[in-house]
Nanobody, 122 residues
Framework: QVQLVESGGGLVQAGGSLRLSCAASGRTFSSYAMGWFRQAPGKERKFVAAISWSGGMTFYADSVKGRFTISRDNAKNTVYLQMNSLKPEDTAVYYC???????????????WGQGTKVTVSS
């Protein structure tokens, strides 16, 4: 079992930056691939980024490539999402997830956090 708690969301102006954190409980964190997804109001949840258990492989949605960076610190049981050059269309609730594979589909992930809200004003 893995429990995930996101933090770091908030209100930011377009062009600004935020760093989201996801703290995981459990000693097996380092064995999981981790993902970030987001869900805008009235829309389906979409893939943002994923990272392998070692951090050696990362994968991004085209919409965030070059602006967002996913990383992890297995010693701290934490995964991060650094978001730069934010746009109003990045506004969403961001969810952290854990699974066995680096994947872009939400069905591949077994554990989910409660989400943290990011609002980007124009």
């Amino acid at each position: 079992q893995v429990q995930l708690v996101e933090s770091g969301g908030g209100l930011v102006q377009a062009g600004g930056s935020l760093r989201l954190s996801c703290a995981a409980s459990g000693r097996t964190f380092s064995s999981y691939a981790m993902g970030w997804f987001r869900q805008a109001p009235g829309k389906e949840r979409k893939f943002v980024a994923a990272i392998s258990w070692s951090g050696g492989m990362t994968f991004y949605a085209d919409s965030v490539k070059g602006r967002f960076t996913i990383s992890r610190d297995n010693a701290k049981n934490t995964v991060y999402l650094q978001m730069n050059s934010l746009k109003p269309e990045d506004t969403a609730v961001y969810y952290c997830s854990a699974g066995s594979l680096v994947a872009g589909r939400s069905s591949e992930y077994d554990y989910w956090g409660q989400g943290t809200k990011v609002t980007v004003s124009s």
